[in-house]
T-cell receptor, first 114, second 113 residues
């Protein structure tokens, strides 16, 4: 089946640093989604991207839909302790007939040292 | 996400017993999903529904069944729970006029002893 390769698997950074993570696939995606999951909670949608090349921000978060439609990037600027969590990329692969099923990356575990 | 709840939030059960998890949404979304999340495997789709009484299997459906008699409710049943079904279960919803976004519930932690 489709796979999303997310990297890095984990990051340990100091408060105030910028963070960058990415997702790649061998297949084209119609939409790229970025979720954050905190311990004991469900994933929360942070950013959705719909067009190749699109750059979208949500506060200190910025995400980009790769031009090839096979990758996406998430950046977090000036990290704070509450940014801690697991960040997942996800999307519906193109050519699957519909957008109703998602493929998920394995996640990037972010730890922020105050 | 607001508008989608799961019950119970935690459950401990014995091997061989039936278990039903409930997902309830108030957004009138057409699509609903059940996932399980396990270390090393990430989120895996168990079953999904594309309307009342319309359901289909996901990638890890063995040992699970679902029912959707109303738009707002999606039930996941483990007919005879096994230890391998110990996991965190998430429900999600998504509507027809969307581009893939799914909104997740808070999860149910199930332990089968």
């Amino acid at each position: 089946g489709q796979q999303l390769n997310q990297s890095p698997q984990s990051m340990f950074i100091q408060e105030g640093e910028d963070v960058s993570m990415n997702c790649t696939s061998s297949s084209i995606f119609n939409t790229w989604l970025w979720y954050k999951q905190e311990p004991g909670e469900g994933p929360v949608l942070l950013i959705a991207l719909y067009k190749a090349g699109e750059l979208t921000s949500n506060g200190r978060l910025t995400a980009q839909f790769g031009i090839t439609r096979k990758d996406s990037f998430l950046n977090i600027s000036a990290s704070i302790p509450s940014d801690v969590g697991i960040y997942f990329c996800a999307g519906p692969p193109a050519g699957g007939g519909s957008n109703y099923k998602l493929t998920f990356g394995k996640g990037t575990l972010l730890t922020v040292n105050p | 996400d607001a508008g989608i709840t799961q019950s119970p939030r935690h459950k401990v059960t014995e091997t061989g017993t039936p278990v039903t998890l409930r997902c309830h949404q108030t957004e009138n979304h057409r699509y609903m999903y059940w996932y399980r999340q396990d270390p090393g495997h990430g989120l895996r789709l168990i079953h999904y529904s594309y309307g009342v009484k319309d359901t289909d299997k996901g990638e890890v459906s063995d040992g699970y069944s679902v029912s959707r008699s109303k738009t707002e409710d999606f039930l996941l049943t483990l007919e005879s729970a096994t230890s391998s079904q110990t996991s965190v279960y998430f429900c999600a919803m998504g509507s027809l006029d969307w581009h893939g976004e799914q909104y997740f519930g808070p999860g149910t932690r199930l332990t089968v002893t």
